[in-house]
């Protein structure tokens, strides 16, 4: 039997604490919501930003298969350091799902190298996320679309590099279109960008949502190929002296 996938779900759990109406929503934290809908396929822990080390300690993410990240108002008090722990063990093969806004978090930033900006507006507007992208695992199970009634609006220009596959993108009521669904690998580690789920609405127990997370999940498993070695290298063969050389 093979052994279940290591899956760290990170969360701010700041909102749920500060927040009655998105307490009302995630109760336990949306962490909790995000973990609870991967299923018993694999094994989950969980770290939020308050505790030490940010819950990311290098015993956890030497023990993370794939981290799933969720962060929102408080993308600076995350320490320089934890981002570029985590940023190493992407390089190293470390799945790496981001969701929400967490595309403006330090660690996804420093992953794309852009500013990840884009343009966002909080008016209870219908969201229509296209998959266009069939063929792909992250969809498998999921129809031509998933509807959400109620989310905060995420529109283009999305300043992020062109990704390496294109899943989802998204229609608002207001008119606006996004990148929703974007997928991206750095080093060893595969990176999957999801746009819905903001803390005040129940998007993470819909069960499209949760399919598409769960399937995120065995995607962005590490491969079990060896770290490249880099650096300087003795030749595999002889190399004979030049001619030049020897007539010197």
């Known amino acids: 039997m093979s052994q279940k996938l290591k ?3 990170w969360n701010e759990f700041r909102h749920e604490k500060e927040n009655e109406k998105v307490r009302s929503v995630y109760p336990n934290g949306i962490h909790q919501a995000i973990g609870e809908g991967l299923g018993a396929e694999v094994e ?3 770290a939020t930003l308050d505790e030490p080390e940010h819950g990311l300690t290098e015993e956890t993410l030497n023990n993370t298969d794939v981290l799933i990240w969720w962060g ?3 993308h600076g008090a995350v320490d320089d350091a934890i981002v570029e722990r985590v940023h190493n063990r992407v390089l190293h093969g470390m799945g790496l799902i981001v969701l929400h806004s967490g595309h403006f978090s330090k660690v996804f930033k420093k992953l794309m190298g852009t500013s990840c900006d884009l343009k966002w507006r909080e008016a209870d507007e219908k969201e229509r996320l296209w998959v266009v992208a069939p063929s792909h695992p992250i969809v498998e199970g999921v129809g031509q679309y998933i509807e959400l009634e109620a989310e905060e609006m995420y529109g283009e220009h999305f300043d992020i590099p062109q990704p390496d596959e ?3 993108v998204s229609w608002f ?3 606006e279109v996004f990148r929703s669904g974007c997928t991206f690998h750095r080093g060893q580690g595969k990176i999957f960008y999801f746009r819905p789920g903001h ?3 129940p998007t993470y127990y819909n069960e499209q949502v949760r399919t598409v997370i769960r399937n995120a999940v ?3 498993a590490p491969s079990t190929r060896e770290y490249p ?3 300087n290298h003795k030749p595999l063969e002889p190399i004979k002296a030049k001619q030049a050389a020897q007539q010197g």
Do not use: C, D, N, P
């Open 199 to 201: 803390e005040t609405y």
């Open 229 to 231: 070695y880099y650096g």
């Open 166 to 168: 294109l899943i989802f």
């Open 173 to 175: 009521e207001g008119g």
């Open 72 to 74: 929102h108002k408080a």
């Open 44 to 46: 989950v822990s969980y």
């Open 7 to 9: 899956v760290t779900v």
């Open 218 to 220: 065995q995607w962005a």
